[in-house]
């Protein structure tokens, strides 16, 4: 399965976080993994917090099926990112699953991922190592031209933010990652919470000019 140009379809999911976990109310929140082509079929990042069937329906959408899955990517070792694994897995057994090398011994997974380290390739992506918000974070480089971020950054009504504090384990690794990221100046950036916005770069360094409080 050949696409002329590469094709990104997201999947978006549907997140609900309750009462004390990010702040005193319910917080609900998408989720998103991405179905990205190349030559010899579809790569998989993330798989979602549960169920694996909005993919498969993403994947018919794109005139795919689970056979033309050859890997999937998993960004970092959080369960609204791998949580439909298993579930993938069984329905794609042909497809290898990768991870930064670091979260791979946090990903259950009915086979250990394969780990990822700076510079790897799988297909047409190259990894960017991005630690902070877990150990092993990556993101992922397409052509120098788009880059999918994880949860490196999410975006909320066109502005960016950093990841909740309360989930990222090096607040101050995390910080010196999305510097890195604006060094690449990809032409867009893709987002595991939140839409794709105009203009990418150019809102991560006005984020990064609002420092966070020290502890």
Not at 20 to 25: C, K, L, R, S, W
Not at 74 to 79: D, E, F, N, R, V
Request: with cysteine; proline share 11%.
């Amino acid at each position: 399965m050949v696409h002329p140009e590469m094709l990104v379809e997201p999947v978006v999911q549907e997140l609900r976080l309750p009462a004390g976990i990010v702040g005193p109310v319910e917080v609900t929140m998408d989720v998103r993994c991405f179905i990205v082509s190349h030559p010899d079929g579809l790569l998989l990042i993330d798989t979602g917090p549960g169920s694996a069937d909005p993919i498969g329906e993403a994947l018919n959408r794109a005139g795919a099926g689970w056979d033309d899955v050859t890997d999937v990517i998993l960004t970092h070792a959080h369960p609204d990112h791998f949580g439909g694994l298993a579930d993938v897995v069984a329905r794609s057994p042909q497809a290898v699953v990768w991870a930064g090398a670091r979260d791979c011994p946090d990903i259950p997974s009915p086979e250990p991922p394969r780990p990822l380290a700076e510079g790897d390739r799988v297909r047409s992506l190259q990894v960017v190592e991005a630690p902070g918000h877990t150990a092993g974070h990556i993101c992922l480089s397409f052509e120098d031209r788009i880059l999918f971020v994880g949860d490196a950054l999410f975006s909320d009504a066109g502005a960016l933010g950093r990841a909740p504090e309360a989930f990222t384990a090096d607040p101050v690794q995390a910080e010196e990652s999305l510097r890195k990221l604006a060094r690449l100046e990809p032409e867009r950036m893709l987002f595991a919470h939140g839409p794709e916005i105009p203009d990418p770069v150019t809102a991560l360094h006005r984020l990064l000019q609002d420092a966070p409080e020290a502890p």
